[in-house]
């Protein structure tokens, strides 16, 4: 039997102006991750068993493009494996699906590391960061290659699309709760959307995203420098500019309203938006009293985790 995982992950800062090339923070998140086990199995075929998206196939009875088959296919070529292998693949990821904490690329991350070591094909995390990337592009349409890269490395990483991957150091390991709207909101939908929005007036958002990297790159500074307190109003200033690009949502709002007034330094929505998740940074102490209120103003999951 073989075994891999793979975390979730948060945007810090960045999500959206990231595909137009500006940087973004992203960190894992291990409270939550993808897991996936690979038994040799007398049964002809290589099925798989996802119970958490009530999947249970034959790897050729599903469509091609279906992005785990996509992952078992691609795999196959790669190292040249002529099926029939006969596997039997169990998923299970407790990361929520389409709420902006990675699950895709988990999934994809934790398969192909499961694949790699039964079949004794060595990968190296860059090989294995670039063969989910095409993966995402599955999920997401045009996606940045953020979330496989910080899924992949399990580090957090400031990111530049089509730069090599650069790691950050915390100064000093700081709180983020996160919390879950419970609506599930598909990213390559609001990518679509903010797509629009920049091809009906590129000037004036590109000024938008000048500036969510410039609040970027100040959040770098101050996260290495150990001036984590600090990131409170860059959040708030993200969350701000997240909403004019429509990203956001009254749901996401509430919770992030809900937060600040409960005492975080800050907060914004992480991930594609209009759904999904937002991230509160609180001091330690002050975590329990946000958690509190983003559950009684609906939040349907909440997340304390440490960055660094
Ligand atoms: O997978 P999500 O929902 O965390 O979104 C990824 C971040 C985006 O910037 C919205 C898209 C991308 O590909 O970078």
Do not use: C
Request: hydrophobic fraction near 45%; proline fraction near 6%.
């Amino acid at each position: 039997m073989t075994i891999a995982s793979a975390p979730g992950k948060i945007i810090l800062f960045g999500e959206h102006a990231v595909v137009y090339g500006r940087p973004a923070l992203a960190a894992p998140v291990t409270q939550v991750h993808a897991d996936v086990e690979i038994t040799a199995s007398d049964r002809p075929g290589a099925w798989i068993h996802a119970p958490g998206i009530s999947l249970h196939s034959e790897l050729n009875s599903l469509s091609s493009d279906h992005p785990i088959a996509s992952v078992i296919h691609n795999f196959f070529f790669l190292a040249r494996v002529s099926p029939p292998a006969n596997l039997s693949i169990h998923i299970s990821s407790t990361i929520p699906v389409a709420s902006g904490l990675g699950s895709g690329a988990a999934v994809t991350v934790a398969l192909v590391r499961a694949l790699a070591l039964h079949f004794n094909f060595p990968m190296t995390d860059e090989e294995i960061n670039a063969f989910a990337y095409e993966i995402e592009k599955i999920h997401h349409g045009t996606p940045s290659g953020i979330d496989n890269t910080v899924v992949t490395y399990a580090k957090p990483v400031y990111f530049v699309r089509g730069q090599p991957i650069e790691t950050f150091t915390v100064g000093l390991p700081f709180t983020i709760v996160i919390g879950d709207t419970g609506i599930p909101a598909p990213t390559k939908e609001s990518v679509g959307d903010v797509r629009k929005l920049w091809e009906a007036d590129k000037a004036k958002w590109e000024r938008v995203f000048d500036q969510i990297g410039m609040i970027v790159k100040e959040a770098r500074e101050k996260i290495e420098s150990g001036r984590w307190k600090d990131l409170g109003g860059l959040m708030n200033d993200n969350h701000t500019l997240l909403q004019e690009m429509t990203v956001s949502s009254p749901e996401l709002d509430r919770l992030v309203e809900a937060a600040r007034k409960a005492g975080a330094a800050g907060a914004k929505l992480s991930g594609g938006g209009r759904g999904g998740n937002m991230i509160a940074l609180v001091q330690p102490s002050e975590a329990e009293a946000v958690v509190r209120s983003l559950k009684e103003t609906g939040a349907k999951n909440v997340i304390v985790t440490q960055i660094g």
